[in-house]
């Protein structure tokens, strides 16, 4: 509490900059969705002086309230400096999943693949360290999960930038304070 009140942490700031989306087909006879989604995106610690260690980054993917992908991303865990900011390059979340849509949903995912343009909704769960000068916390989990609303546009050419879609700013993010507390 103390550390709050002395350094002033302020919450990082996620961005989606760029989404590929290359498949994302539903298959009603077996119930299965194929899926590949590339993500770009950017994480800026705005804070003077508090670094963040990120220790797990787990992507997961969501449409229509239904998960269709967790993945835990390779990369070696990192430290993020003050006032830095680090790009993510080529996150890649491929796969099928065996995904059970109702009538609804299967409607909402026939219009959104004739407009060739999903809403796909990317949450992100950390494990992380914060450090406040000298002291670094233990390993925590932030109070939610990243959530990142994205409109994603089909692309057929991976190689390709996919047209249409804007950089999308994430929300809930909470690694320094609880958006429960009172």
Do not use: W
């Not at 298959?27 to 804070?47: A, G, K, Q, V």
């Not at 390779?74 to 065996?98: A, C, D, I, R």
């Amino acid at each position: 509490m103390i550390f709050g009140f002395i350094f002033l942490p302020q919450e990082p700031k996620f961005t989606i900059t760029n989404a590929t989306l290359t498949q994302f087909n539903f298959n009603s006879s077996n119930n299965t969705l194929d899926y590949n989604l590339t993500l770009n995106m950017t994480i800026r610690n705005p804070n003077k002086r508090v670094g963040i260690y990120y220790r797990r980054i787990q992507v997961i993917g969501n449409y229509r309230k239904k998960r269709f992908a967790l993945v835990t991303l390779n990369t070696l865990p990192f430290y993020q400096g003050h006032k830095n900011t680090t790009e993510l390059h080529q996150v890649v979340v491929q796969g099928s999943q065996p995904v059970k849509f109702g009538k609804r949903e299967v409607s909402q995912f026939t219009e959104e693949t004739a407009s060739g343009i999903y809403s796909i909704k990317v949450q992100l769960a950390l494990r992380i360290k914060a450090r406040y000068g000298k002291f670094t916390s233990r390993n925590y989990k932030p109070y939610r999960k990243i959530d990142c609303k994205l409109n994603v546009p089909l692309s057929f050419n991976e190689t390709s930038i996919a047209s249409g879609f804007k950089a999308t700013r994430c929300e809930n993010v909470y690694f320094f304070t609880d958006p429960d507390s009172d």
